[in-house]
């Protein structure tokens, strides 16, 4: 029977599919539970290794991950201090630093954060005009130029629009200006910069010098170059800051943006110095030296004024200058301060020192008269005066004012060497000075031991030494304060960032001869301007009417380098005198370097009038009272 089993008991059996199918499954899930317990094993495992690796990152490489990630972004920068000024005797700036900024986009970043951009606001319009739009506000800002630099706006344009990683757009931006271009194109980056500026121009450049404070050099090469700018440089230049900013990764480019800067050290601002130099004497000498030496036909000239009391130097000028802010276009010789680096034989000015040993030491007065013959012996060569003349009679004071070369030798003798060495030392000669200028000489003197037979028939007459413009000032300077020389500076005060005031040191005096000699002398030295009949001095053209004028001319022979002997046609020309010599408020000393072929060639002394004219104006001189009297030179 069908649907049963033998037996007739009904079947307990499955159908066959049914019974082959349930193992099958069986062996599936079994296999699904394996694959599934492997995945979560390894789901496990991955996640035991990644929160380890979270563990070590966040944990034991936090720090150290961190820091290195600051770096690639984080970079620090220097600060410049704001340099001091260089101020004259009266306040008036000589040199200071203006604050200004320089401008520099980053074309490629700035094209990538734009494309970003237009992606999500496809209506802002393309880079190009955004280009158009930048070239179009600095120009309107900054109008077609800026000391020199073209901002028009296709100079801009193509400037910002060149494929590179970073461009510098324009320097020195006054910073207001610079501030309203950032905020309206915050992709412009504005980097501090100061501006020196020399208000005089040339004026006083020697002394000065220059500073390369400005373009875009790194706070550690920023400095002075040449003059006081670079002698007093550890003064102005004050001391950097330090400041983090952010970066381009790899690149030294900062990123514009708030917030990308961070202050760590603040800058410290330089000193101030002030000056003895008083700038409206140091413009009225350098019109005067610069016309004297061209009518003169000199290679060079230089002149100086001393504070007869102080030994400040009032002013001090050379007849070539040079632009401090372009000193690329200066010549060598122009950077030069010719007067204390540059050495010659004084000539006659010289004598004063033998007329002040002389009476020093009580062999001579002024009235005293000498048989002076027209030349004379010195071991192995003959000395002569400048005239030819029989043995004449001459006053002591009339051997200076005639300049006769065989009278101060007479005088010179009866001294003696070690005496005349002594006073050398005393005036100065032969040693570097303290004035404070850079490139100041020490000129030359022969050691006492060195000194030959024919030595001492050169140096009283100002021949076998040399010196420097402001060492001949100096000598005159102490015979002008009374015998007492004081070394002459440059530097009157430090002024702090807050106006505290630090006067500098005087230096010391060196007591030359006594007050007695010095007046004396200066009378003696009066009748050089002398204008009388037959009882002229060399220097008359150097008198000023209403004021004793003491000083003398000088006229040295150069050196001939073919023959390596005494030339004959190139001389120093040179005067130092006194204003007033009945009391003393100036010297002046003036060189001249080879003149020749003109009516100015032979003597500075009309030089000398013009510059003793104008100090008894600008510092309103009183008149002396009384006139230097007429004394009698030879008879």
């Given at each position: 029977?069908?649907?049963s089993?033998?037996?007739?008991r009904?079947?307990?059996?499955?159908?066959?599919?049914?019974?082959r199918?349930r193992?099958?499954?069986?062996?599936?899930?079994?296999?699904?539970?394996?694959?599934?317990?492997?995945?979560?094993?390894?789901l496990?495992?991955?996640?035991?290794?990644?929160?380890?690796?979270?563990?070590?990152?966040?944990g034991?490489?936090a720090e150290?991950?961190?820091r290195?990630?600051?770096?690639?972004?984080?970079?620090?920068v220097?600060?410049?201090?704001?340099?001091?000024a260089i101020?004259?005797?009266?306040?008036?700036?000589l040199?200071?630093?203006?604050?200004?900024?320089?401008?520099?986009?980053?074309?490629q970043?700035a094209?990538?954060d734009?494309a970003?951009?237009?992606?999500?606001e496809?209506?802002?319009?393309?880079?190009?005009?955004?280009?158009e739009?930048?070239?179009?506000?600095?120009?309107?800002?900054?109008?077609?130029e800026?000391?020199?630099q073209?901002?028009?706006e296709r100079?801009?344009?193509?400037?910002?629009?060149?494929?590179t990683?970073y461009v510098?757009v324009?320097?020195?931006?006054?910073?207001?200006?610079a501030?309203?271009?950032?905020?309206?194109?915050?992709?412009?980056?504005?980097?501090y910069?100061?501006?020196?500026?020399?208000?005089?121009?040339?004026?006083?450049?020697?002394?000065?010098?220059?500073?390369?404070?400005?373009?875009?050099?790194?706070?550690?090469?920023?400095?002075?170059?040449?003059g006081?700018?670079?002698?007093?440089?550890?003064v102005?230049?004050?001391?950097?800051?330090?400041k983090?900013?952010d970066?381009v990764?790899?690149?030294?480019?900062?990123?514009p943006g708030?917030?990308?800067?961070?202050?760590?050290?603040?800058a410290?601002?330089?000193?101030?110095?002030?000056?003895?130099i008083?700038v409206?004497?140091?413009?009225e000498?350098?019109?005067?030296?610069t016309?004297?030496t061209?009518?003169?036909?000199?290679?060079?000239?230089?002149?100086?004024v001393?504070d007869?009391?102080?030994?400040?130097?009032?002013?001090?000028?050379?007849?070539r200058?040079?632009?401090?802010?372009?000193?690329?276009?200066?010549?060598?010789?122009?950077?030069?301060?010719a007067a204390?680096?540059?050495?010659?034989?004084?000539?006659?000015?010289?004598?004063?020192?033998?007329?002040?040993?002389?009476?020093?030491?009580?062999?001579?007065?002024?009235?005293?008269?000498?048989?002076?013959?027209?030349?004379?012996?010195?071991a192995?060569?003959?000395?002569?005066?400048?005239?030819?003349?029989?043995?004449?009679?001459?006053?002591?004071t009339?051997?200076?004012?005639?300049s006769?070369?065989?009278?101060t030798?007479?005088?010179?003798e009866?001294?003696g060497?070690?005496?005349?060495a002594?006073?050398?030392?005393?005036?100065?000669?032969?040693?570097?000075?303290?004035s404070?200028?850079?490139?100041?000489e020490?000129g030359?003197?022969?050691?006492?031991n060195q000194?030959?037979?024919?030595?001492?028939?050169?140096?009283?007459?100002?021949?076998?030494l040399?010196?420097?413009?402001?060492?001949?000032?100096?000598?005159?300077?102490?015979?002008?304060?009374?015998?007492?020389?004081?070394?002459?500076?440059?530097?009157?005060?430090?002024i702090?960032?807050?106006?505290?005031?630090?006067?500098?040191?005087?230096?010391?005096g060196?007591?030359?001869?006594?007050?007695?000699?010095?007046?004396?002398?200066?009378?003696v030295?009066?009748?050089?301007?002398q204008?009388a009949?037959?009882?002229s001095?060399?220097?008359?053209?150097?008198?000023?009417?209403?004021?004793q004028?003491?000083?003398?001319?000088?006229?040295a022979?150069?050196i001939d380098?073919?023959?390596?002997?005494?030339?004959n046609?190139?001389?120093?020309?040179?005067?130092?005198?006194?204003?007033?010599a009945?009391?003393?408020?100036?010297?002046?000393?003036?060189?001249?370097d080879?003149p020749?072929?003109?009516?100015?060639?032979?003597?500075a002394a009309?030089?000398?009038?013009d510059?003793?004219?104008?100090l008894?104006q600008?510092?309103?001189?009183p008149?002396?009272?009384?006139?230097?009297?007429?004394?009698?030179?030879?008879?």
């Amino acid at each position: 029977m069908a649907g049963s089993s033998r037996g007739g008991r009904p079947s307990s059996r499955r159908p066959l599919s049914v019974q082959r199918g349930r193992p099958a499954a069986k062996r599936r899930g079994a296999n699904n539970r394996l694959r599934l317990l492997v995945g979560r094993v390894l789901l496990i495992g991955a996640l035991v290794l990644a929160g380890g690796k979270l563990v070590q990152v966040q944990g034991f490489q936090a720090e150290a991950l961190s820091r290195q990630a600051e770096q690639q972004r984080a970079t620090p920068v220097e600060i410049p201090a704001e340099r001091g000024a260089i101020l004259d005797r009266n306040g008036n700036q000589l040199a200071f630093s203006v604050e200004a900024r320089s401008l520099a986009v980053l074309p490629q970043k700035a094209a990538q954060d734009w494309a970003t951009r237009l992606a999500a606001e496809p209506n802002i319009g393309s880079y190009e005009d955004h280009l158009e739009e930048l070239a179009a506000f600095v120009h309107q800002t900054l109008g077609d130029e800026v000391r020199g630099q073209r901002t028009d706006e296709r100079t801009i344009l193509d400037t910002i629009s060149r494929d590179t990683s970073y461009v510098k757009v324009v320097d020195d931006v006054d910073p207001a200006k610079a501030a309203a271009i950032v905020e309206e194109f915050p992709e412009v980056i504005s980097e501090y910069r100061a501006v020196r500026v020399y208000p005089n121009g040339p004026l006083a450049s020697n002394i000065i010098g220059a500073a390369n404070w400005r373009e875009d050099q790194t706070p550690a090469s920023i400095g002075g170059l040449t003059g006081l700018e670079n002698s007093e440089n550890n003064v102005l230049a004050g001391r950097s800051g330090k400041k983090i900013v952010d970066t381009v990764q790899g690149d030294d480019v900062v990123i514009p943006g708030p917030g990308r800067e961070r202050e760590v050290a603040a800058a410290v601002p330089g000193k101030s110095i002030e000056l003895t130099i008083d700038v409206d004497t140091q413009h009225e000498l350098q019109k005067m030296i610069t016309d004297y030496t061209a009518k003169s036909g000199a290679k060079s000239g230089s002149a100086v004024v001393l504070d007869s009391s102080t030994g400040e130097i009032v002013a001090m000028v050379n007849d070539r200058v040079y632009d401090p802010t372009d000193i690329g276009s200066a010549k060598p010789e122009d950077l030069r301060n010719a007067a204390v680096t540059d050495v010659f034989e004084p000539g006659s000015v010289n004598k004063i020192i033998t007329a002040a040993a002389a009476i020093e030491h009580g062999y001579y007065e002024p009235e005293t008269e000498l048989q002076v013959p027209g030349s004379t012996q010195v071991a192995d060569r003959v000395v002569r005066d400048a005239w030819p003349h029989d043995t004449t009679t001459m006053t002591f004071t009339g051997v200076f004012a005639k300049s006769s070369n065989v009278g101060t030798l007479m005088a010179a003798e009866k001294v003696g060497e070690d005496a005349y060495a002594d006073l050398l030392t005393k005036f100065g000669l032969g040693v570097r000075g303290d004035s404070g200028l850079p490139g100041e000489e020490s000129g030359y003197v022969p050691p006492r031991n060195q000194w030959s037979g024919s030595t001492f028939g050169n140096l009283p007459i100002g021949q076998g030494l040399s010196m420097t413009l402001l060492q001949m000032a100096g000598i005159y300077q102490a015979i002008a304060n009374d015998g007492e020389r004081v070394p002459p500076r440059v530097v009157r005060a430090q002024i702090d960032d807050d106006g505290t005031r630090t006067e500098a040191k005087r230096p010391d005096g060196v007591r030359v001869v006594s007050p007695e000699t010095a007046a004396t002398v200066r009378d003696v030295f009066r009748a050089v301007v002398q204008d009388a009949p037959g009882q002229s001095g060399t220097g008359k053209a150097a008198a000023l009417p209403g004021y004793q004028i003491a000083g003398k001319t000088g006229t040295a022979q150069q050196i001939d380098e073919t023959c390596a002997c005494y030339s004959n046609s190139e001389y120093w020309i040179t005067f130092a005198g006194i204003l007033p010599a009945d009391d003393p408020r100036f010297v002046v000393a003036i060189m001249l370097d080879a003149p020749t072929g003109t009516p100015y060639s032979g003597s500075a002394a009309p030089l000398f009038h013009d510059i003793a004219s104008y100090l008894t104006q600008r510092y309103q001189i009183p008149m002396s009272a009384e006139q230097s009297p007429v004394v009698t030179l030879t008879r």
